[in-house]
């Protein structure tokens, strides 16, 4: 009866090949082979500077012992691999122990020469591993560019998306910890990486602290190069670690952002990323550096010069508020800190504009009907507006964590918001109205007005051709019914209305690029019109109509 023999162990044929052969691996690093007679070792190669090499030679001593013994090769591996009683008792353990090791090293000279793995795909290589980065990289920049020309930068976010990453192939999880994410640190589907990528406000189920990192919050990206510490080869899998620099196409900073990225071959034979980590340098996120004496005359020199410029651009008739509005995004920290600004003569100017033109004052939200604080009408007046303004600003500190808490669905959070409201002195249900419409164009995916629009009367008429009925007894589900088949209607003027939308918008966006909360009102996708801005598109078209009339008449 055949026997295996390790380190001078012998073992019957009832013990399982596979341990003694891994047994005499981990202790001589040699398997003896007895049977019929003879002996033949077959020593492992070992990791030397020649595997290849010393893997071949090893396995032709395989071969040479097996022919000694009267064995084929190809039977042997095939043994080896059949569990049944008939593949190994009945050959013999012998027979099963040397196919293991001849299979077993044929797989391993088959990985260092590029091969298939024991999964049955071939391993990624490290060219491929550059190949994506490189693509990576242009994804980036790419995705950058058509955001600033007004395309559809979404579109090409999720191409390349798919492309790169393998979210959604067969056996394949998404592991992503991006750099910018606080509050949702990992994100395991292509919508969270999408919403991280493109910007929370324009996907569906989107992360408000998401500003887009492909189209660098709005200022976009002008380029991205990897720079490897070391890539290698695992196994199937590629692994890379190193850091990636990425320069603002608007300001040309650069921001160093280190990485691990993990690569695997997918069941259509193309590298994707499965792994994903990125972080800044430790200590980059310790906070700012302190501000230098030369930084405060820089930017009281930059001022200077800011007020000078929007007085030359508003004297020259061009667009001065979106000078000012440009250096006020440069100079001032709105947005990104508490500021404290009063104003040199705020009170004065208005004051002097009343009385020098006996026009109404009126601020960008309502026409103020004053409470009497003074005798003096005008100073009344603007005493009024400035208090109404505070009183604005102390409620807006007190909404804005509860619409960001999202711990409400979209009815609670409208009621919630409206009592709000209705505690500050001289605001109304028109004002909870007016401020949730504003609160619903900035962040659709609430759906605060989804149940809560109500149809006016003048927007009526429009409702019913747009629904083909000559009655309406559900204002509020008829206008989520229009909603609907707006969104979806695949005809030639609603292309021609989203083409020509998002022209606008991109306009829109450019003229504003300060303005982030602007920027995310006039970010519309496809297919994606609210509630509200619809009641609002109703109103316009009944104007819209009675103009024309009107011109028909004349």
């Not at 999880?173 to 606080?182: E, I, L, R, V």
């Not at 009063?342 to 100017?349: L, Q, R, S, V, Y």
């Amino acid at each position: 009866m055949a026997t295996v023999v390790a380190q001078n162990v012998a073992f019957k044929q009832s013990v399982s090949p596979n341990r003694v052969t891994a047994r005499s691996a981990r202790a001589t690093r040699a398997v003896k082979v007895a049977g019929r007679g003879r002996v033949v070792t077959c020593k492992f190669a070992k990791d030397d500077a020649e595997p290849v090499k010393a893997i071949k030679q090893t396995l032709d001593t395989v071969k040479a012992g097996a022919i000694a013994l009267g064995i084929s090769t190809v039977p042997l591996a095939a043994q080896a691999a059949d569990g049944s009683s008939e593949g190994l008792l009945g050959v013999g353990v012998a027979i099963g122990a040397a196919g293991l090791v001849y299979t077993s090293l044929s797989s391993r000279l088959s990985k260092l020469e590029g091969g298939s793995s024991s999964s049955g795909k071939k391993p990624v290589t490290k060219a491929e591993v550059l190949e994506v980065q490189k693509n990576w990289a242009a994804a980036i920049a790419h995705i950058s560019k058509v955001h600033k020309e007004g395309g559809d930068y979404i579109a090409a976010a999720g191409e390349a998306a798919g492309n790169l990453y393998a979210y959604g192939q067969p056996g394949q999880n998404g592991h992503f910890k991006p750099t910018q994410a606080a509050e949702y640190p990992f994100r395991p589907t292509a919508g969270e990486a999408m919403s991280y990528f493109v910007g929370g406000s324009v996907v569906d189920n989107g992360y408000d602290e998401d500003g887009g990192f492909a189209i660098n919050g709005g200022k976009g990206w002008k380029s991205c190069v990897y720079k490897n510490h070391q890539v290698e080869i695992k196994g199937d899998v590629g692994i890379a670690m190193g850091t990636y620099d990425f320069t603002c196409a608007t300001t040309g900073e650069v921001s160093t952002v280190e990485y691990t990225f993990g690569y695997d071959r997918c069941d259509d034979g193309k590298v994707r990323i499965f792994l994903h980590h990125s972080s800044v340098p430790y200590g980059a996120g310790a906070g700012p550096a302190p501000v230098t004496t030369e930084e405060v005359l820089d930017v009281q020199k930059r001022w200077a010069a800011a007020i000078a410029n929007i007085s030359a651009t508003h004297k020259a008739g061009g667009d001065y508020i979106a000078a000012a509005g440009e250096a006020a995004g440069e100079l001032y920290a709105y947005g990104f800190s508490d500021v404290m600004f009063k104003p040199t003569k705020a009170a004065e100017d208005m004051l002097e504009y009343r009385r020098s033109t006996g026009k109404p004052l009126q601020t960008s939200a309502f026409r103020c009907v004053p409470l009497r604080l003074c005798e003096d009408a005008d100073l009344n007046l603007v005493r009024n507006i400035l208090q109404r303004s505070k009183d604005l600003l102390s409620l807006g500190e007190i909404l804005w964590p509860i619409v960001m808490s999202r711990d409400l669905d979209a009815d609670q959070l409208f009621s919630t918001i409206s009592a709000e409201v209705r505690k500050v002195k001289g605001l109304g249900e028109t004002w909870a109205k007016m401020l949730t419409a504003c609160i619903d164009i900035s962040y659709p995916d609430l759906g605060l007005l989804e149940t809560q629009c109500d149809v006016g009367v003048g927007s009526l008429e429009s409702l019913k051709i747009i629904l083909e009925t000559a009655k309406l007894s559900d204002h509020r589900g008829a206008l989520k019914e229009a909603k609907s088949r707006i969104n979806a209607s695949d005809s030639v003027a609603a292309s021609a209305f989203w083409s020509f939308l998002a022209e606008v918008e991109a306009s829109a966006r450019e003229a504003f690029k300060s303005f982030p909360t602007v920027v995310k009102q006039v970010s519309t996708r496809k297919g994606r019109m609210s509630a509200v801005t619809l009641q609002v598109q109703l109103c316009e078209w009944r104007q819209f109509c009675e103009h024309l009339a009107r011109v028909a008449e004349e």
